[in-house]
């Protein structure tokens, strides 16, 4: 009598559904030589002994699918011409991230006996945008004066929301105004997916502005330019590079490169749960897989710590994981500043400035991305140093606290049923992962330039602020109308999943602002993209190909996110 979708099923049981229902029937009409060509979907019932098959059905007038068409984005006459023609697996079905709820209008007395007959009167007063009415058992009065019922199940209303409350509400308020004679249908349908209305957060909300900071790059880089013709003719001229990941300074043969960044407001995490030995991994991060990004090899970083209090014990901590990793990246620190400043801050800055090296014929700029080329993403278990305003506010309006260390030390599981392993302030200092040696391994250090390379990276996104969308369109040839189809990026860790249930964050809000999983994604021509999994894998990163480069200009993403996973979410410039 009603239906919804997405159904929420998760996706071991849909896994389970489709191993042991969907593929059986599909391959044994196959083998009896009868293969099926069309829509088929299943009526399964879940019991304590797993899913068990009520019918199969191919009409297309049930409420099952008069929830789902309206969610399909592709081209539906492609689809089922495409399963005609034999050539399905060509086709790539999305949806749109959207939720849709159905609700049959019955004639009383069905499914026993019922009368026919009865005039209906509202219909007039439904059809919108957002909702659909699908008739079934209706008849046009032969004088065209009206429409009266034919059938037991006479129609049903279907509502299309942003979330499934919406879609609930659109269709009881679509059936609410249909009106005949005894009609019957039920109150519930989707109750048990409904939620709780909750404010959605967006990183806005924490004081963030994306836009504002966007602009106000454009103003600094603007004044930053102003200064270029002062050096020019001279050594350490710089090059512009509108839009990269770090400046260019040119040096004959080789360009010196420069960037700043810092932690973020991570460190109050970090000042909450009284540890610091891992922000020195993120600080060197944020600097040096900048770098890498055009294939510069980082050299050496300085560090500035502003703080309102010189502890020595948390400037050792900070050190002693700074120092360990720049050991490992084989970077070096020539100097730095500790600057006290009695009270002024509500909280430290830990920043820094990366200097690397890089051959100018070695520069990755993006400029020879062609269409079809693949993405590798590579993966990333925490959040690195951005979105952490966004996560403070979450967390303090969850717990409906602003003892901050008090919500750290709570243990979270994700799934729910999952057992709690971890607390909050643990998950979220992970240490960022440092890709710039594993990148250097693939397209050799600077006292390698005059080596034959073997892998040509053609373009290094660094997943920082903006999320991916916000920084995949930086290594986009200009004017090219590139874009991105990436269907198979890694899934966020769960503190990730989680953080975004409690903020009830949408994906898109998500995605353009954590990196949900992939730190970083490496665009490489399709000959070289086995080569590179396995290089990568050598040095201890976990990647897998992602994606591809599409015309179009738009970043569509697969999302993997608790929003609206599966749906395919598009991103513009």
Excluded at 101 to 122: L, M
Excluded at 402 to 408: K, T, V
């Amino acid at each position: 009598m009603g239906a919804y979708a997405p159904s929420g099923v998760s996706g071991k049981l849909l896994d389970t559904i489709k191993r042991t229902i969907i593929k059986p029937t599909i391959d044994g009409l196959r083998k009896e030589g009868n293969p099926f060509v069309g829509v088929l979907f299943a009526g399964i019932m879940l019991t304590v002994d797993g899913p068990k098959v009520l019918e199969f059905n191919c009409r297309m007038g049930d409420p099952e699918t008069q929830v789902i068409l309206p969610l399909i984005k592709s081209d539906f006459y492609e689809l089922v011409s495409s399963c005609a023609d034999g050539c399905l697996d060509a086709i790539n079905v999305e949806f749109w991230p959207k939720c849709a709820c159905a609700v049959v209008a019955a004639s009383g007395g069905y499914p026993g006996s019922y009368t026919k007959g009865k005039r209906i009167v509202g219909l007039e007063t439904v059809d919108s945008e957002n909702v659909i009415v699908s008739h079934a058992g209706t008849q046009r009065l032969e004088d065209d004066s009206g429409i009266v019922t034919s059938g037991g199940r006479v129609l049903a209303v279907t509502g299309i929301g942003n979330t499934m409350n919406d879609a609930i509400r659109l269709a009881y308020e679509g059936i609410s105004k249909v009106k005949f004679e005894n009609i019957h249908f039920r109150t519930d349908i989707a109750h048990s997916y409904a939620v709780e209305e909750k404010v959605s957060c967006t990183y806005a909300d924490s004081g963030v502005n994306t836009e504002v900071g966007d602009c106000a790059s454009k103003i600094a880089y603007n004044g930053a330019k102003a200064t270029f013709s002062s050096r020019k003719g001279m050594i350490g001229e710089p090059i512009q590079n509108d839009g990269g990941f770090t400046g260019f300074l040119d040096f004959g043969d080789f360009c010196l490169v420069q960037g700043d960044d810092g932690v973020g407001t991570k460190i109050i995490i970090a000042d909450a749960m009284n540890k610091y030995d891992t922000l020195g991994a993120d600080l060197l991060a944020m600097v040096c897989d900048d770098a890498v990004c055009v294939g510069a090899e980082t050299i050496s970083i300085s560090n500035t710590i502003d703080t309102n209090c010189v502890d020595p014990h948390r400037i050792s901590e900070m050190m002693k994981g700074l120092t360990k990793a720049c050991c490992e990246q084989k970077i070096v620190i020539p100097g730095g500043e500790i600057a006290e400043l009695g009270n002024q801050l509500n909280s430290s800055i830990w920043n820094s400035t990366a200097v690397g090296i890089v051959a100018k014929d070695r520069i990755i700029s993006g400029k020879d991305i062609q269409i079809g080329d693949t993405i590798i993403a590579l993966r990333e278990n925490g959040f690195r140093s951005n979105g952490f305003s966004l996560v403070r506010l979450i967390l303090r309006e969850h717990f409906q606290s602003s003892d901050l260390s008090s919500i750290l030390s709570r243990k979270f599981s994700y799934p729910e049923s999952s057992s709690p392993t971890q607390t909050y302030g643990e998950a979220l200092l992970h240490p960022s992962t440092i890709y710039s040696s594993a990148i250097l391994d693939i397209i050799g250090r600077y006292s390698e330039r005059t080596s034959e390379k073997t892998v040509t990276l053609k373009g290094i996104v660094h997943v920082t602020g903006g999320g991916i969308p916000g920084n995949f369109y930086r290594i986009l040839p200009n004017n090219s109308g590139f874009g991105a189809e990436l269907t198979n990026l890694f899934s966020p860790s769960p503190v990730m999943l989680k953080i975004q249930t409690l903020g009830n964050v949408s994906d898109l809000e998500a995605y353009k602002t954590w990196n949900m999983g992939n730190g970083m994604l490496v665009v490489v021509s399709p000959a070289d993209s086995s080569n590179v999994l396995q290089l990568l894998k050598g040095s201890g990163i976990d990647a897998q190909v992602a994606g591809t480069i599409i015309p179009g200009g738009k970043i569509r993403i697969l999302s993997k996110g608790v929003d609206s996973p599966g749906f395919v979410l598009e991103f513009g410039k």
